[in-house]
């Protein structure tokens, strides 16, 4: 690491960095798939993201898993172009994004299902 406060800022973050991937692949990956799925073929429910609605619309399910699995791809190929520790940025997004989806997914299904 070099002596900059970005590099000593995301020191620690950087040691994380496979812990933020498996976090990402949990979340963003396995968490946000399900319960999206969930929440446009089990409750009366659509999906709030446009083009992941076009997707679903016209792919089904095997559509939006796709679109998911390239999703993870161009990240991980970005994290692997990118120099450290800027780099654990990538890991980072998608971990943070993936455990808000999933959450706010998992509120939207409850209120729906006890309503």
Known sequence: MTDSPVASALDGF????EWLW?????FY??????TTSVTVFV????EGNPAVDAIISS??????V????????????????????HGVGVPLAFAVVGVGLT?????????????
Request: charged share 10%.
């Open 103 to 115: 959450t706010w997914n998992l509120a939207v299904i409850s209120y729906t299902m006890t309503a």
């Open 22 to 26: 498996w976090l990402a692949l949990g």
């Open 66 to 85: 796709a679109l998911k699995i390239l999703t993870l791809v161009v990240g991980y190929v970005t994290f692997r172009l990118v120099d450290t520790p």
């Open 43 to 46: 409750t009366p429910l659509a």
């Open 29 to 34: 990956g396995i968490g946000d798939l399900l």
């Open 59 to 64: 792919y089904g399910f095997g559509g939006f």
């Open 14 to 17: 950087v040691e994380m960095t």
